[in-house]
């Protein structure tokens, strides 16, 4: 066991003798250590500096493209007319009226008289009331998107058309809710 102790004694003398030079080069380590950090952070503060004066790159045609793609989708989502169908309380019902008006069309040359063609594009299909040529028509339509495309033209042959796209959708059934109460009892009294 002596013998044991003085091993350790050993080995602490030596451990407290080298210990000042081991605490130099930690500090050594950290002063040179900080002196880097401080020079990176001085350089990026530098550069931060420099990268504000600089004038921000034009997109590119690639990106100009997409953002136009973009913004005409949105456009299009926009300009779509949603409806819900109303909840009517029987499961029977499965469509809902609807009413295309264009009859304030016109034409700014006075006297000209304007003619209306009306043609479904996609949807499930539907029959136009009273008749494809009228300014204003209706359909019943069950829950789905219809797009339909308008053509006004004058007696010189001069048009424009339109497309309208027509959402419906389905009819609003929210689940019914359980209420349950436990007791102690019997319904037999």
């Known amino acids: 066991m002596t013998h044991f102790l003085n091993l350790i004694n050993n080995k602490y003398n030596t451990v407290k003798r080298f210990f000042p030079f081991f605490l130099l080069v930690l500090v050594a380590g950290m002063v040179f250590g900080w002196k880097e950090y401080e020079s990176r ?11 504000s004066l600089t004038i921000p790159r034009e997109p590119s045609l690639v990106t100009i493209a997409r953002r136009s793609q973009l913004e005409q989708m949105a456009l ?23 009413i295309l008006d264009a009859t304030e069309s016109f ?7 304007i003619h209306f063609k009306w043609r479904q594009t996609s949807g499930p299909k539907v029959e136009l009331k009273p008749n494809p040529f009228s300014g204003k028509i209706s359909f019943e339509g069950i829950a789905g998107e219809y797009v339909f495309e ?9 048009k424009t058309t339109v497309i309208k796209t027509v959402v419906i959708e389905p009819e609003p ?4 809710v359980i209420e349950m109460k436990v007791r102690q009892g019997s319904e037999l009294n």
């Open 150 to 158: 308008l053509t006004v033209s004058d007696d010189y042959g001069a």
């Open 173 to 176: 059934n929210v689940p019914p």
């Open 107 to 113: 034409d700014p040359d006075l006297g000209d008289e």
């Open 41 to 51: 952070v001085r350089e990026a503060a530098k550069n931060k500096r420099t990268d």
């Open 76 to 98: 299009a989502e926009r300009s779509k007319v949603k409806v819900m169908i109303e909840h009517d309380n029987s499961p029977l019902t499965r469509t809902y009226p609807m």
